[in-house]
T-cell receptor, first 114, second 113 residues
Framework: SQKIEQNSEALNIQEGKTATLTCNYT??????LQWYRQDPGRGPVFLLL?????KEKRKERLKVTFDTTLKQSLFHITASQPADSATYLC?????????????FGKGTMLLVSP | DGGITQSPKYLFRKEGQNVTLSCEQN?????MYWYRQDPGQGLRLIYY???????QKGDIAEGYSVSREKKESFPLTVTSAQKNPTAFYLC????????????FGQGTRLTVV
């Protein structure tokens, strides 16, 4: 069956450290992968999109990698801050065409302590 | 400001009643989506529409209905046939082009009382 797996346990780190979140998928060949941030009781907010032919994408303190051989994406937040505390969701285009709807993982909660 | 608006933020429904959740966008997006989120769960797709007057079932469409009479609007009706409707409902839109991000509303929390 098709699956998108994110670490269900919360990730606790100290302010200033780098947070690394993992998204693994099976039985998909996505054309792209996206990362979203969700705060409690609110809708997800888009952060980054990476295409299948891109190895890495950066935006300010955020970095995403995409390894289609390993079927894995890593999401990094450098110099983390308490304001980065939220749930982070990965989402895939599940048909590989780029036109499909997004399928989301369950998300990983990140807690950054001062 | 452009955006996507869901209303109401909180909704209470008695068992056996239908209820309609509103979703409006002024982003001129062709595609709109409804997701359901349960505690500790990811988003699950209920229905989506890629063009006016057309929509498709998602993974969990049973007990729900939608319409897309206008580009800006994509209301979701939770019918009495939905056995466990208490959840957080999210509406999203995107231009409908490849490799584009989704814009989400702030969600409606539905509780059956």
């Amino acid at each position: 069956s098709q699956k998108i797996e994110q670490n269900s346990e919360a990730l606790n780190i100290q302010e200033g450290k780098t947070a690394t979140l993992t998204c693994n998928y099976t039985n998909y060949s996505p054309a792209y992968l996206q990362w979203y941030r969700q705060d409690p009781g609110r809708g997800p907010v888009f952060l980054l999109l990476i295409r299948e032919n891109e190895k890495e994408k950066r935006k300010e303190r955020l970095k995403v990698t995409f390894d289609t051989t390993l079927k894995q994406s890593l999401f990094h937040i450098t110099a983390s801050q308490p304001a980065d505390s939220a749930t982070y969701l990965c989402a895939l285009d599940t048909t590989g065409s780029g036109y499909s709807t997004l399928t989301f993982g369950k998300g990983t909660m990140l807690l950054v302590s001062p | 400001d452009g955006g996507i608006t869901q209303s109401p933020k909180y909704l209470f429904r008695k068992e056996g009643q239908n209820v309609t959740l509103s979703c409006e966008q002024n982003l001129n997006h062709d595609a709109m989506y409804w997701y359901r989120q349960d505690p500790g769960q990811g988003l699950r797709l209920i229905y989506y529409s890629q063009i006016v007057n057309d929509f498709q079932k998602g993974d969990i469409a049973e007990g729900y209905s939608v319409s897309r009479e206008k580009k800006e609007s994509f209301p979701l009706t939770v019918t009495s046939a939905q056995k466990n409707p208490t959840a957080f409902y999210l509406c999203a839109s995107n231009p409908g082009l490849p490799n584009t991000e989704a814009f989400f509303g702030q969600g409606t929390r539905l509780t059956v009382v």
